[in-house]
Nanobody, 125 residues
Framework: VQLQASGGGLVQAGGSLRLSCAAS????????MGWFRQAPGKEREFVAGFRRTDGRQYYADSVKGRFSISRDKNKNTADLQMSSLKSEDTAVYYC???????????????????WGQGTQVTVSS
């Protein structure tokens, strides 16, 4: 499977942005899937994701209530709707897939073995 993230850009604080992750060569329903982000000088961190077995959604505390993840099985995409954006949301955002077929959802990036190329999100204050 290959992943391609898109939709990043520059937005003012309080604004919204929608990221999309398109999968080819595989379907999201077969993998745990996650969105991660990495700000300059910081480690890559989990943002949101869903478990393959039941589609349960997971969110980092820092984005709960502001971000929403969804997937479109027909289009084979997984989107991240981001609202009420803050300057601290500025980062490169990556989508990733965990192909280990485990029912367990993992938050650490090292569990994910397929990554998209990343898309820059910049929130101006």
């Amino acid at each position: 499977v290959q992943l391609q993230a898109s939709g990043g850009g520059l937005v003012q604080a309080g604004g919204s942005l929608r990221l999309s992750c398109a999968a080819s060569g595989g379907t999201f329903s077969r993998y745990n899937m996650g969105w991660f982000r990495q700000a300059p000088g910081k480690e890559r961190e989990f943002v949101a994701g869903f478990r393959r077995t039941d589609g349960r959604q997971y969110y980092a505390d820092s984005v709960k209530g502001r971000f929403s993840i969804s997937r479109d099985k027909n289009k084979n995409t997984a989107d991240l709707q981001m609202s009420s954006l803050k300057s601290e949301d500025t980062a490169v955002y990556y989508c990733a897939a965990d192909r280990n077929y485990s029912g367990t959802f993992y938050y650490t990036p090292t569990w994910y073995d397929v990554w998209g190329q990343g898309t820059q999100v910049t929130v101006s204050s």
